[in-house]
């Protein structure tokens, strides 16, 4: 060995910094800033878009009178609406639709999630072709996501009704009051589970994208493991991730001000179309809520990627890449063509 093959040791006395490659060493945080290119993206902001428009069209079909329909963002950020939907509905007709709307937005969340997390891992936009055949690949084991986590509660809240049992049998205040505390304490985990469930679904299903395994029981577990083992982690990725999508929001908002005005200019030249201009300003916003929600849906793939390194050392440069599909042979020329 010569003197260039020897490690020299480090020399502390440069300072931290002058050590660190890029401000993702310090700041692991920086790679959702790279995200915000997925905006640019047709075929992520128009899957969005026809989700969106399929949504909307869906529940204006099924609740049109019983309930006063909100806008699009609304309806995916509000529980109170899921709660007013059931109310007009039924609990049938409601669970219904809810089930369809998950099977029509978990493909879209993974087919940008997937966009957003190789953008954080540094590498560029995957190509749309390629991602529709990994999403269509899992999309059946990934419909498990949401329903492992419901089925598992109502396992509990069956074991837990088994304590009230006897409260049926001897209708004692000492009986009650005994059963009660065993059910206040066996009802913790079903909490537990279920609060859990909010963070662990979304970034399971972008897990069952990123990893090499798509496997439901797992990427689940990594959900509860960045929640319950690095919760100031999520916690601090989730607010720049809001205040991320807060702020071109407001960019977005101003595109499609100035695009309503546009509209608006437009449509009353000779005579005025009212009909026309709420028209034109319904696919204007939309468009709008298709860009930002877009934006939403590639910030959890990053985010997944940071809490999977901080809980399990993996670096984020480490995405997993499906394998190319393989390449067809060129047809053999005929002899006549060779001795031509």
Request: net charge neutral; glycine share 10%; hydrophobic share 55%.
């Given at each position: 060995?010569?003197?260039?093959?020897?490690?020299?040791?480090?020399?502390?006395?440069?300072?931290?910094?002058s050590?660190?490659?890029?401000?993702?060493?310090?700041?692991s945080?920086?790679?959702?800033?790279?995200?915000?290119?997925?905006?640019?993206?047709?075929?992520?902001?128009?899957?969005?878009?026809v989700?969106?428009?399929?949504?909307?069209?869906?529940?204006?079909?099924?609740?049109?009178?019983?309930?006063?329909?909100?806008?699009?963002?609304?309806?995916?950020?509000?529980?109170?609406?899921?709660g007013?939907?059931?109310?007009?509905?039924g609990?049938?007709?409601?669970s219904?639709?809810?089930?369809?709307?998950l099977?029509?937005w978990?493909?879209?969340?993974?087919?940008?999630?997937?966009?957003?997390?190789a953008?954080?891992?540094?590498?560029p936009l995957?190509?749309?072709?390629?991602?529709?055949?990994?999403?269509?690949?899992?999309?059946w084991?990934?419909?498990?996501?949401p329903?492992?986590?419901?089925?598992?509660?109502?396992?509990?809240?069956?074991?837990?009704?088994?304590?009230?049992?006897?409260?049926?049998?001897?209708?004692?205040?000492?009986?009650?009051?005994?059963?009660?505390?065993?059910?206040?304490i066996?009802?913790i985990?079903?909490?537990?589970?279920?609060f859990?469930?909010?963070?662990?679904?979304?970034?399971a299903?972008?897990?069952?994208?990123?990893e090499?395994?798509?496997?439901?029981i797992?990427?689940?577990?990594?959900?509860?493991?960045?929640?319950?083992?690095?919760?100031?982690?999520?916690?601090w990725?989730?607010?720049?991730?809001?205040?991320?999508?807060?702020?071109?929001?407001?960019?977005?908002?101003?595109i499609?001000?100035?695009?309503?005005?546009?509209?608006?200019?437009?449509?009353?030249?000779?005579?005025?179309?009212?009909?026309?201009?709420?028209?034109?300003?319904?696919?204007?916003?939309?468009?709008?809520?298709?860009?930002?929600?877009?934006?939403?849906f590639?910030?959890?793939?990053?985010?997944?990627?940071?809490?999977?390194?901080?809980?399990?050392?993996?670096?984020?440069?480490?995405?997993?890449?499906?394998?190319?599909?393989?390449?067809?042979?060129?047809?053999e020329?005929?002899?006549?063509?060779?001795?031509?």
């Amino acid at each position: 060995m010569n003197k260039s093959e020897i490690h020299a040791g480090y020399d502390f006395e440069s300072g931290m910094f002058s050590r660190m490659r890029s401000w993702v060493d310090v700041a692991s945080w920086v790679r959702l800033t790279r995200i915000p290119r997925i905006l640019a993206s047709p075929s992520a902001v128009g899957l969005v878009l026809v989700a969106c428009v399929a949504t909307r069209t869906l529940l204006s079909f099924c609740v049109e009178g019983r309930i006063k329909l909100a806008p699009v963002w609304e309806l995916h950020s509000h529980i109170r609406l899921l709660g007013a939907l059931f109310q007009a509905t039924g609990p049938l007709l409601g669970s219904l639709l809810v089930a369809v709307m998950l099977v029509l937005w978990i493909p879209v969340i993974q087919f940008v999630c997937r966009g957003g997390a190789a953008l954080s891992a540094g590498k560029p936009l995957p190509r749309a072709a390629g991602t529709l055949r990994l999403v269509g690949s899992r999309l059946w084991r990934s419909l498990f996501v949401p329903i492992l986590p419901c089925l598992c509660s109502v396992a509990l809240m069956v074991g837990v009704f088994l304590i009230r049992v006897p409260s049926f049998v001897a209708d004692v205040p000492l009986v009650s009051g005994i059963t009660g505390w065993l059910i206040g304490i066996a009802a913790i985990p079903i909490g537990v589970l279920g609060f859990g469930a909010v963070f662990a679904v979304p970034l399971a299903l972008a897990a069952m994208v990123c990893e090499p395994t798509p496997d439901p029981i797992d990427s689940l577990s990594r959900g509860y493991e960045s929640l319950y083992r690095r919760p100031l982690s999520l916690a601090w990725y989730v607010a720049f991730s809001g205040a991320l999508v807060c702020l071109f929001g407001v960019m977005l908002g101003g595109i499609g001000l100035a695009s309503v005005v546009a509209a608006q200019l437009v449509t009353s030249v000779i005579s005025s179309d009212g009909a026309q201009l709420q028209a034109a300003a319904d696919v204007i916003t939309l468009v709008v809520v298709a860009w930002q929600t877009t934006l939403a849906f590639g910030l959890l793939g990053g985010v997944y990627l940071l809490l999977r390194s901080d809980t399990g050392g993996q670096e984020a440069e480490d995405l997993w890449e499906p394998p190319a599909p393989p390449v067809e042979p060129l047809p053999e020329l005929p002899e006549e063509a060779i001795d031509g």
